[in-house]
């Protein structure tokens, strides 16, 4: 079966309502990633989510409104447990909420009741973000929250195009709604609370000085690893790609690599220079930017990884943007689990 395409029209909005009403998944643009999207209250709706992605059930959901104002607005629609919150944290989280949604900013909140446990894998707290995307705000103010992981399967590389949602998740869904390449081009900042302290559990677009300055309080970033504690579901080994893939921080480590000649798949940051040319020549290159200018480098990076993997090469090599804020440091996070390796 092939999954349909459809453009965001208001009878194929009509028809994902439909979709979800009757406890079907859709595959769901927002700026950041498209995700595989299910009503965040039907039980069975948020299993099929768990299979569809060949997701283990300790990983939470984030779940995905069309609109929130305050803490009070969140309680109101019976998502947290305002009493449940350090009264010192309240007036930071509201900045947040005013100065970043709709956005790519996720905030992991004491749940309320209401919320399933299968969609917070048992946790005391639900994550929930308000996507920017148009297709995402019409869908979800014609419907309900939505849980929705990236729509990839379990450890694969994130999609940041419809045709990449249908290469992950073909015959698993019922539809997918066009919304063009995202905007962003990386997940979400996921950020929670521990004590009287807000932390960035998963850094994203929204770097921790922007984060900061919104909230009027310095975010911390997360000490131990999250994959340890707080986020069951940052896992060390994550966005994957098939091929085997090793890193490099220079174009000198680069042409170490290419020294014994096999041909090999390179993902750059920037062109070669003159000088590096012979470097490029019989091994398959995707430059994710003419110019190295980071936030162009995000949006195209999961899907310049998912086209290399599939070229006939033995390894992918990806070039590791310098250690730095914001959008490097979400870049260099990605990368190194998608190599496996441990954050540095
Ligand atoms: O940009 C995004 O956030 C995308 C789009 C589709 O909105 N969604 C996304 O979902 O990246 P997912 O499931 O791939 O990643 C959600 C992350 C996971 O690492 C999960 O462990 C963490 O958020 N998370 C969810 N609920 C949590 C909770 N209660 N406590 C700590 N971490 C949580
Ligand atoms: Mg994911």
């Known amino acids: ?59 939470p959901l984030i779940v995905h409104l069309a609109q929130a104002e305050s803490l009070e607005d969140l309680a109101a629609q019976q998502l947290i447990d305002i009493a449940a919150l350090p009264a010192a944290l309240k007036a930071p ?69 419809a045709a990449a949602v249908r290469q992950e998740l073909d015959g698993r869904l019922a539809l997918i709604l066009e919304g063009g390449p995202c905007s962003v081009g990386l997940e979400s900042s996921v950020v929670g609370c521990e ?67 096999l041909p090999r798949a390179v993902l750059l940051l920037r062109p070669l220079s003159e000088a590096e040319t012979a470097l490029g020549a019989e091994h398959v290159q995707h430059v994710l930017s003419s110019s190295g200018d980071l936030s162009e480098v995000a949006q195209g990076f999961f899907a310049g990884l998912r086209a290399l993997d599939q070229e006939p090469v033995s390894e992918i090599l990806a070039e590791v943007p310098p250690p730095g804020p914001g959008l490097a440091h979400a870049l260099r996070d990605r990368l190194f689990k998608a190599a496996g390796q441990r954050v540095r």
């Open 1 to 59: 079966m092939i999954t349909p395409i459809l453009d965001p029209t208001p009878a194929a909005l009509a028809q994902a309502v439909q979709a979800l009403t009757a406890g079907q998944l859709i595959g769901l643009p927002t700026e950041t990633v498209y995700g595989l999207a299910g009503h965040a209250f039907d039980e069975q709706a948020v299993a099929a989510i768990f299979a569809a992605k060949e997701r283990p059930r300790f990983d």
């Open 93 to 161: 989280l509201n900045a947040l909420i005013r100065a970043c949604w709709p956005g790519p900013l996720t905030l992991v909140l004491p749940r309320h009741a209401r919320v399933p446990e299968l969609v917070t894998s048992g946790l005391e707290t639900v994550a929930l973000r308000v996507p920017a995307h148009p297709v995402a705000q019409a869908l979800i103010r014609q419907s309900f929250p939505l849980a929705a992981p990236s729509a990839n399967r379990f450890g694969r590389i994130s999609p940041t195009t």
């Open 195 to 261: 004590g009287k302290e807000l932390i960035l559990l998963r850094p994203g677009q929204l770097d921790l000085a922007t984060l900061s300055a919104r909230a009027g309080l310095s975010v911390r970033p997360a000490q131990v690893h999250p994959a340890e504690v707080r986020a069951p579901g940052m896992l060390a080994s994550h966005y994957a790609p098939q091929h085997s893939l090793r890193l490099f921080e220079n174009r000198g480590q680069l042409a170490k690599m290419l020294a014994d000649g």
